[in-house]
């Protein structure tokens, strides 16, 4: 994923800027053959870059072209997935994507068809609705208010800014301004010709007056011929006459030349180039380049400065995209869904996580595949359950054995008992018996001072015992 | 920290702001890593609706490219979407290097190769990026 982030941003800084001015110079190509027929029918003297904004109808149907607005900033987040530029018009789908109008009408009749460019999901949309029809049938509709306001309200330059206006304001005013106040719109000439015929060349407003600006006069400083539109254009570029003094050598030279000649005067005042970085100094060039600049410390550190200040740039840029990501991340999170269109890398989608704790729902998205796999290991535990079962049953019996076991041993105990009790009790007869026959003997014993018969009867019952 | 390396260039051309010369490095970890692959990028008039026309300039051996360097990549015919982009063609290209599909060939020797000796056909891909796309 790093990876691929990197690589994104990378290329987002370096084809963004590209593919911005090609498409700017598409749209505004698509619009230029008119213009520039336009300005064949105006005179020869005027000046070159007169592309901009031009009356030619009526005051009420005035068309303007929005998309070749130039904004003084875009949020990405208002910029239509199609064009590129801020939404006009915008429409929603169902699906939850916004576009403009004409944008999305026309990917319906590209090859995508009736499909949201976003997810691919398909949108049910008539062109031409009838009234018998159910009033829901559109899958897009008008995106709310609040959309067409936000984009209504971006800051835009004004069409006419080639020409020269430094109008800038919200873009709902934009008509407006063109229309009414602004200096460099161009209106057809009204005024009668000597013939009788309409001037109408397109002149802009600042020149329009009580008599045509078309008139002819001779320049006071040469003499060529010039009108009020070309005037400031001939001082400036064309009139070898309109001198201008220099402010560092003292020499007068032709308006035309005077920027040549500011760029190389030695003796003509200038900063020092190390101004960006604190030094006050200023002075005549010859000085700068023979003595100060090798004594300046801002002009020796600004190398530093500028690779400092490169880096930091560099830095402010990937935050930008960084920025971007993550909120293009957060986006999608919050929709719900990641999309990974164009993209042959497979996101894993974090829906899918939560939706298989939900018992209901975990077979939603199960394919064929996952379905045999899962019957199969079914089947597997089902045979381990038999087994077990059958198990159980053997080991019941086993104990039913034992339990016998057990019981038998407590009998042969009783039994053991019972021997035990009965040995004891011979034992104490025998003891009885062999008292008995002590006493008898002891008897013996003193029949013996008188000898007697029965002496080898009981030597016999001796040896017997 | 530094900025990532320069990964894709798009230079539009001079004549033709429709037509754009793209530069594409190999990326890291397949065979084609170390080469620069050229390529031409136009626009057709239609376009967004209609999608880019890429083809690669410099030779390159992969499945899915042919000899005429035509791409064979699915946003670029049939799941091309205006809200795609330049941008977005460009880096699907680039995961197509990494990743070569034998299975949806458009140079059927290729993919032939690919599919029955793969360590072989890997190997003829990064010969053909260090003779080709230097």
Known sequence: MDIIAQELDQLELETRGQE???????????????????????????????????????????????????????????????????????????CGHTFCRTCILETFKSPLGNKCPLDRIELNYKEERQETEEKNYNDIFP?????????????????????????????????????????HTRFPCEHELDGGQVCGKLTERRFLGDNCPHELFDCAKCGEKINIVSEEHHLKNECTKNFHKCNGC??????????????YCEKIHVRCPGKQYGCEWRGSREVLSQIHSSECVFVKLSGYFELQEAKMSDLVD???????????????????????????????????RDRSTDPGRLFDNLQDKDYIQLMMELEVLKTDLNRLRSLASEFELNKQLVTAVANEN????????????????????????????RRLRSKLIDAEATPSPKESSSGRFTNKL | MSLPKRIIRVMPHEDNLRYFNVTIDGPSGSPYEGGKFKLELFLPDDYPMLAPKVRFLTKIYHPNIDRLGRICLDVLKANWSPALQVRTILLSIQALLSSPNPDDPLANEVAEEWKSNEQNAIKTAREWTERFAQ
């Open chain 1, 20 to 94: 911005e001015s090609a498409n700017r110079a598409l749209l505004a190509s698509q619009g230029e053959p008119s213009s520039t027929f336009k300005s064949e029918n105006v005179s020869v003297a005027s000046p070159p870059n007169s592309s901009g904004y031009d009356m030619t109808d009526s005051l009420d149907e005035a068309p303007i072209d929005l998309r070749t607005l130039v904004y003084v900033s875009i949020p990405e987040h208002l910029n239509c997935p199609i064009c590129q530029l801020p939404f006009i018009n915008p429409y929603t789908t169902i």
């Open chain 1, 143 to 183: 995106a709310p208010i609040i959309l067409s306001n936000i984009t209504d309200d971006l800051q835009v330059r004004c069409l006419n800014a080639s020409r020269g206006c430094k109008w800038i304001g919200p873009r709902w005013s934009i008509k407006q301004h063109l229309v009414n106040s602004c200096d």
């Open chain 1, 250 to 263: 003292n020499l007068e030279f032709p308006e035309k030349m005077f920027e040549s000649h500011e760029s």
């Open chain 1, 318 to 352: 990937e935050n930008k995209m960084l920025k971007s990501q993550i909120s293009t991340i957060l986006d999608s999170i919050t929709q719900g869904k990641m999309t990974n269109l164009g993209y042959s890398l497979q996101l894993e989608e974090i829906m899918d």
């Open chain 1, 410 to 437: 407590i009998q042969i105990k009783d039994e053991l008992h019972n021997q035990t009790a009965a040995l004891s009790s011979m034992r104490q007869q025998i003891q009885f018996m062999l008292l008995d026959r």
